[in-house]
């Protein structure tokens, strides 16, 4: 995110006992149905890293690839997951089906991304593997991609290598603009920059597509499929499971990309790259767009404790 001249505005606050402890700054942007900007604080034009709210746009170029996927195996290629057994084992089973093991895999060793599947991962005497890494459902499309059409497997992380040639061209037809910078993701793959606006215009794309484009499957199959997505105890399932039509995706460093089944649609990042901001930013930004509901309650919720007492909680600022 550019700081040169644009200091992101307060987009939620910490307050313990009344007193206001600290603050998250950050960009947002929120399209009308129309597609035109309807909401715009911070910087919303100045490129970020996505993160993992790119991963439908790479999900969409394994299906431009020549990859068949459908339904919960298409919704976990789109996936950042919680490591919950039938996520690892959707994953196995996608690797073994195209000739592959979890060895081929080259996300780096990990827990569970979920903390309390984390606990029951390490009580039962587990260690870090390529496979628990939450991106792994991802990454094994991404090879049998490879596999499919014959491209080299070792370097299919290679930013030059065809499949991640092809994922830069998908991200950039999906935000209507050019990828600003490549890097390196947490899971070894290519990232691209793009820009909030570019971020959420690419999830109005998604939602608006018509039936059959390899970008309508990747948004059918994960709202259809929003555990596969994400997991049983995370904020985009409830979201995709309780609001028809609507399609979410987090990303690290505090990114998340919202789109409604009309082509509203929303994007933010929190400056620091605090988690505990997404959910109270996210309930707000949805209100603004006419969501509301338990659903956005139980999102917003981010309670501060003292002992066991709730004495504070993190709350929106916009």
Request: charged share 20%; net charge negative.
């Amino acid at each position: 995110m550019s700081t040169d001249t644009v200091i992101p505005p307060v987009l939620a606050e910490v307050v313990r006992s009344g007193f206001v402890e600290g603050h998250h700054r950050g960009s947002l942007v929120v399209l009308a149905a129309d597609g035109s900007v309807e909401l715009a604080l911070g910087d919303p034009a100045a490129p970020v890293f996505p993160r993992s709210s790119n991963k439908p746009m790479q999900a969409v170029a394994v299906l431009r690839a020549g990859l068949d996927l459908s339904g919960e195996r298409l919704a976990l290629a789109a996936a950042s997951h919680s490591g919950e057994g039938f996520h690892l084992d959707l994953v196995r089973t996608m690797l073994t089906e195209h000739g592959l093991t979890p060895d081929d895999l080259q996300t780096p060793p990990d827990l569970p991304l979920d903390p309390a599947e984390a606990e029951t991962y390490l009580a039962a005497g587990h260690v870090r593997e390529r496979l628990t890494m939450n991106c792994s459902g991802k990454h094994a499309a991404m090879l049998a991609a490879c596999r499919l059409n014959g491209w080299d497997e070792a370097t299919y992380l290679d930013p030059a290598h065809p499949l991640q040639r092809l994922v830069h061209d998908c991200v950039e037809s999906a935000a209507g603009e050019p990828v600003a910078s490549v890097g390196t993701d947490g899971c070894g793959a290519p990232l691209m920059a793009i820009s909030l606006t570019g971020l959420a215009r690419a999830f109005r794309t998604f939602v608006l597509a018509e039936p059959g484009t390899p970008e309508r499957r990747v948004a059918d199959a994960m709202r259809a499929h929003p555990e596969y997505v994400a997991g049983t105890r995370r904020p985009d399932t409830w979201l995709m499971r309780e609001v028809p039509g609507v399609l979410s995706k987090m990303g690290a460093e505090a990114v998340q990309a919202v789109a409604l089944p009309d082509g509203r649609a929303l994007a933010f990042k929190i400056a620091d790259g605090s988690a505990r901001a997404l959910g109270p930013v996210l309930a707000r930004a949805l209100s603004l767009v006419g969501v509301e509901g338990p659903v956005v309650d139980r999102i917003g919720n981010a309670p501060l404790l003292g002992g066991p007492a709730r004495v504070g909680e993190i709350r929106a600022a916009f």
